[in-house]
C-alpha cells in the first residue's frame, strides 16, 4: 500500500551530523507509518542512497507530542531495518518532562509558588517556573526562565545587565517581559497561547520574541547545552 498524498508524511534529509527524520504533523501516525516503511524499504534496496553503512535517525516530529504507544510503533518499525538507528525522538514543543530533564541536567531552579500584586522573587542563575505570577507580581533572576506556570505578572531574565539571557514559556498573559535592561509590556493578543514563545534580545539590542523551533539561531549556546530539545 502506497500513501496518496503528494505531501510525504516521513522525510529524510541529511545534516551536518547525520540525517534528520522529519515526520509531519499534519499527518495520521497510520499515514505516517504507510510512507516510513516506504522510505526505509526504498533505501534498504539502494545501498548508494545513504553513504553511511549505519545511519543514526533524529526524528523530528515538529509540533506533535507523541504518546508513549505512538512512538513505540515507529521506533518498532524503524527496528525493522537493521541498518537504521533512532538517536532521539524530538518535538519543537518542550514539555514539562523536557523541563525536568534539563534541571536535572544543568543545575536549574525549580521554583513553584504564587507570587501575588506587589511581591518580587528574586533568584541567581536558572529557574525553571511551575507556579503562578499575579498581575504586579514579579520574578527576576541572574540567568535565564524557562516558565511552566501561569504568568500575568512581571518576569525579568538576565538581571541587572545580561542581555545574552532569555525566557521561554507562555508569555500570552504577561503583564511586562524584560531582559536586562530591555523591556517589552505585553499587549492583549500580541503573542500566541503556547509555551514555545521564546523573548531574547537581538543584535540590535530590542527585546523581541521567537519560538522554540528557532532555539538553535537565537541561541545557539543554550541550544547545545539542553541538547537540542
Known amino acids: 500500500m502506497k500513501g496518496t ?6 522525510v529524510l534529509r541529511g545534516t551536518q551530523n547525520g540525517y534528520d527524520l522529519v515526520l509531519k504533523q499534519s499527518a495520521s501516525l497510520d499515514q505516517i507509518l504507510v510512507d516510513l516503511k516506504a522510505l526505509l524499504e526504498n533505501l534498504k534496496v539502494d545501498p548508494q542512497a545513504l553513504a553511511a553503512s549505519k545511519v543514526s535517525l533524529d526524528v523530528l516530529t515538529e509540533d506533535r507530542i507523541l504518546t508513549a504507544d505512538e512512538k513505540a510503533r515507529i521506533e518498532q518499525l524503524i527496528a525493522q531495518y537493521p541498518r537504521f538507528e533512532i538517536h532521539k ?3 519543537n514543543v518542550m514539555t514539562i518532562a523536557d523541563a525536568v530533564q534539563l534541571r536535572e541536567r544543568e ?6 509558588k504564587v507570587i501575588r500584586n506587589g511581591q518580587e522573587v528574586a533568584m541567581t542563575g536558572d529557574v525553571l517556573f511551575l507556579g503562578t505570577i499575579h ?3 514579579k520574578l527576576r533572576t541572574t540567568g535565564n526562565i524557562f516558565s511552566m506556570g501561569d504568568v500575568a505578572g ?3 531574565a538576565g538581571y541587572p545587565d ?6 521561554m514559556g507562555n508569555l500570552q498573559n504577561a503583564q511586562q517581559v524584560r531582559i536586562a535592561e530591555q523591556f517589552e509590556i505585553v499587549e492583549p ?5 503556547s ?3 521564546i523573548a531574547h534580545v537581538n543584535d540590535l539590542h530590542v527585546l523581541t520574541f521567537g519560538k522554540l523551533a528557532n532555539l538553535k539561531k537565537i541561541n545557539p549556546k543554550l541550544y547545545n547545552q539542553i541538547g537540542g530539545i
Not at 107 to 112: C, E, F, I, P, R
Not at 162 to 167: N, R
Not at 189 to 193: A, H, I, N
Open 107 to 112: 543545575n536549574v531552579h525549580l521554583l513553584s
Open 135 to 137: 498581575e504586579g507580581g
Open 195 to 197: 509555551q514555545q514563545t
Open 89 to 91: 525522538i524530538a518535538a
Open 154 to 156: 512581571i518576569l525579568q
Open 189 to 193: 493578543g500580541q503573542l500566541s497561547d
Open 5 to 10: 498524498n503528494t505531501m510525504q508524511a516521513a
Open 162 to 167: 545580561d542581555e545574552s539571557k532569555l525566557i
